[in-house]
């Protein structure tokens, strides 16, 4: 968001959406109940360094980084905010003065802050605990605005793949060593990420959509969804048909992987210095357009999503819940969470960051890939066109003459390939727990990338690590 149109939101004044905290050195205790109020209304816009009146004060620049820090430990502590939230604090320095801004979208869960249930009215968070009818008409918003909260109450631990969680709780740790899922059992994870709850308007209890789609087994994902596929196709010598394609029917865990596969296999890579970090900007913008298909799908359409890589472009299609029809913008959209259960959970694992950055990295990326912008398109499909050519030179972006091509390495390498990307070199333990696996199996995996020229060892022993060929 640009300084001008974080001024223009200041202008209009505190009221349902809108929220001002003074917090000149902390984050105040008022914050979090907003952050309620806000994710079980319309969501909104919370200011910290702002008078009530408006007025800028800023907070103290010394403190920024702790009151960022603790604002995070605090909205993924479920003993403060249950389901715990992933929001992201931005930093706006504006006539000298720094202002924190979070953005709060509206949650397909019922929200608590230290156990009480608050709503936004009008300009306050008013606690709705004891109201019934406030309650009650607050559980039934919720259940009629996201397909993903529909309730499959006959629906039992046994119908869902649980050994995906090992996994998950690698990701989580991935992302953050302290990550409060590395110590929760299955159920309470599950309950954490309103996977599990109860629905207040029927008194009934049990898994939702979302927990399905996360997590059910195939037969699980048919029986409730019988519609749901995702096609992969490449189309560029057969273009009646296609040369290659992937019918894609299972969780949204394995699906994010075979999808990412997919564009590795078929698109060439191409690597910028952002900064000082070199980045393989196919890899960032594959990551988004994947998450995005995934988390803001509308899953009650029979409508299958689609990726389509042709030889000037990636399409992608998936039914829609329209909220802003036309083109996006980077600079002028509003961010909306189609699934936010979902779209919370990527969060977490680190498939996804704050809402609106996918459209903010598509628009950047696609700029260094090809010279060109995305095309983002809403209406009940929704539409995606990822430019593949630079300058209007027809063939695909050969990848480097020096740079091996991903299309040539299987899921496991490619995820080892992917780790180096990011991290500059791997060891043999960190491959075990990516892939878990055992060591003897990640040497021979090992061994293989040795012997196609894609990575090399470094150090002895105990020591070797392994990094990209140069």
Known sequence: MTNEALLALIEQGEGVTIEFKECKNEVSSEVYPTVCS?????GGHLFMGVKDTGEIIGVNRNCVKDMKKNFSNMINNPQKISPTLYLSVEEYEIDG???????????SQVHTCNKITYDRIEDADVDISKSTTQMSELYMRKQTDFTEKKMFPYLSIEDLDMSLMKRVRNMAKSKDANHPWIQMDDMSILRSAGLYGRDFSTGKEGFNLAAVLLFGKDETIKSCLPAYKTDAIYRVDNIDRYDDREDIRTNLIDSYDELIEFIYRHADDKFFLDGTQRISVRSIIAREIV???????EY???FPAKVIIEKDRI???NANKTYHYGRIKADSFT???KNPIIANFFN?????DELGSGVRNLYKYTKMYADSEPIMFEDDVFRTEIPLVKNG???KIAINSDKIAIKDLNSRETAIYRFIEENGSISNSQACQLLDLKAPTVRIIFRKMINKSVIQPIGENRNRKYILTK
């Open 38 to 42: 806000f994710s079980n209304r319309f």
């Open 97 to 107: 003065k720094i202002i924190l801004y979070v953005y709060v979208p509206r949650s």
């Open 291 to 297: 998450s995005n298909i995934l988390m803001h799908r």
């Open 300 to 302: 009650s359409s029979p």
């Open 315 to 317: 399409l992608t299609e």
């Open 335 to 337: 961010p909306y969470p």
């Open 348 to 352: 977490n694992i680190g498939r996804a």
């Open 393 to 395: 030179n027809s063939d």
